[in-house]
């Protein structure tokens, strides 16, 4: 997201405030996929330990 961020052909085809919106919807989806665990994490886990 850094490198989209950081794209001045993307701030001039879009405009700023898409870009940074964009940008804002990116991390958050990134955000939200890191907090969840799925079952395979779940079942190896178990293995593992």
């Known amino acids: ?6 794209s001045k052909m ?3 085809a879009l405009g700023e405030d898409v870009l940074e919106h964009y940008v804002h919807t990116a991390k958050w989806e990134q955000f939200e996929y890191d907090r969840r665990i799925t079952d395979w994490e779940l079942h190896r886990g178990f293995e593992r330990y």
């Open 1 to 6: 997201t850094e490198t989209l961020a950081k």
């Open 10 to 12: 993307l701030k001039q």
